[in-house]
Structures are given as C-alpha cells and as structure tokens.
T-cell receptor, first 116, second 118 residues
Framework: AQSVTQLDSQVPVFEEAPVELRCNYS??????LFWYVQYPNQGLQLLLK??????LVKGINGFEAEFNKSQTSFHLRKPSVHISDTAEYFC??????????????FGKGTLLTVNP | DAGVIQSPRHEVTEMGQEVTLRCKPI?????LFWYRQTMMRGLELLIY????????DSGMPEDRFSAKMPNASFSTLKIQPSEPRDSAVYFC????????????????FGPGTRLLVL
C-alpha cells in the first residue's frame, strides 16, 4: 500500500518570499508523483508530475519539485510567491503498473497563505 | 474544451432523501473518477471507470452509494438514503489512458458538487 504525508497542514508566508511545501511518500514499489493545486471553491489542477528521468521537475506558475528517492520525498518549491498562490496544495502518488492500480493516493493537503 | 462538468454545484437535502450527482467527462477521455473531499478524511477515491466499466469501487463507503456510467459522456453518483455524514464536496475527474505520451497521467477535475445533508 502507498501513503503520502504532507508534513505541514498550513504554511503562511509573505509575498515575494520563497516557499517549500514538504511531501514524503511510502511505497514498496516505484512510484509516479504529482502535485495538484486547489483554489478556493474549485477543483484540483495539476501543477507538475514526476514519471521518470530528471529528478527536478518544473511545473506551471513557477513551481518546481525535486524527487529524492533515498529520502522518499517530493518537495514543492517556488522562489518567490504571489498573493495569487494562496491555495491548498496536494501531493499524490500512484503505482505505475496501471491496470487496477490506476489510483492516486493523496496527502491531506497543505494550505499555503500568502500575506502582503 | 469545456472541461469536466458537474451538476448540481450545490445540493441541500434532508436525511433519508435520494441524491444524484452528475458528471460529464472531457470528450475523448476513457477514465472517469469519483472523489469525496471532507475536512476529516481529505480527498478519497470512491470509484473509477475505464471505458464505462467500473474498475475499482473499493472506496465506496457502503451500499447506500452507487455509481453508473451508461455511456462515455455521462456518469452519476447516487446516494440513497442520504445521511448527514455524507455531507462533503464530491469531485468527478477524467483522464486519457495512463502511459500515453503527454497527458495520460493527468486527471482533470470538475468544480465539484457541495452536498449538505440536514
């Protein structure tokens, strides 16, 4: 079974500051990793994903994440946040083997609040 | 593209009533997912379909919940009878086949249906 732990339920930061949202996963097999963002009263939207290859993944809106297999982590970073980045961020994992395992397991989410 | 369409956006009902949530996936997508989001349990996968066939319904909480996908462009999630603990936001998502080059691994979410059972 897979699981995802998002270590911080809330992260408040000031505008233009850097931010890191932490995600650790547990899996006995290789994984695909994802970050989704949910703006207030909206559905989730994919920010970025790691399937294979380079461990540094760049996504939309200036976000990036680094896959660290030894630490089983996939932390999300942005060097300078904007007020509009205020949202809830979800880390997710899935088993690449497909078939009946085509299920995303989500973390509990991290609420990023960007203050002026 | 209109994206994933869900209706209604909000539903308020009384305990014991039947509730039907509807979803229209993105055209061409052959996977459809139903999720439930609550403060206590976070985002949970209830069931997913491939080519209109249910593949995994292990997340469906109990027999009061049922889901159907009669064709490639429509799915329903029904709760009968509804209970206050069913209050949540229900999301539908769709995707193309995993493993396809490009977006096969991306799930596209609808705006959700906010359900309140009194």
């Amino acid at each position: 079974a897979q699981s995802v732990t998002q270590l911080d339920s809330q992260v408040p930061v000031f505008e233009e500051a850097p931010v890191e949202l932490r995600c650790n996963y547990s899996s006995s097999v290789s994984v695909y990793l994802f970050w989704y963002v949910q703006y207030p009263n909206q559905g989730l939207q994919l920010l970025l994903k790691y399937l294979s290859g380079s461990t540094l993944v760049k996504g939309i809106n200036g976000f990036e994440a680094e896959f660290n297999k030894s630490q089983t982590s996939f932390h999300l970073r942005k060097p300078s946040v904007h007020i509009s980045d205020t949202a809830e961020y979800f880390c997710a994992v899935r088993n690449p083997s497909g078939g009946s395992n085509y299920k995303l397991t989500f973390g509990k989410g991290t609420l990023l609040t960007v203050n002026p | 593209d209109a994206g994933v369409i869900q209706s209604p956006r909000h539903e308020v009902t009384e305990m014991g009533q039947e509730v039907t949530l509807r979803c229209k996936p993105i055209s061409g997508h052959d996977y459809l997912f139903w999720y439930r989001q609550t403060m206590m349990r976070g985002l949970e996968l209830l069931i997913y379909f491939n080519n209109n066939v249910p593949i995994d319904d292990s997340g469906m909480p109990e027999d009061r919940f049922s889901a159907k996908m009669p064709n490639a462009s429509f799915s329903t999630l029904k709760i009968q009878p509804s209970e206050p603990r069913d209050s949540a936001v229900y999301f539908c998502a769709s995707s193309s086949s995993p493993g396809l080059a490009g977006g096969g691994e991306t799930q596209y979410f609808g705006p959700g249906t906010r359900l309140l059972v009194l």
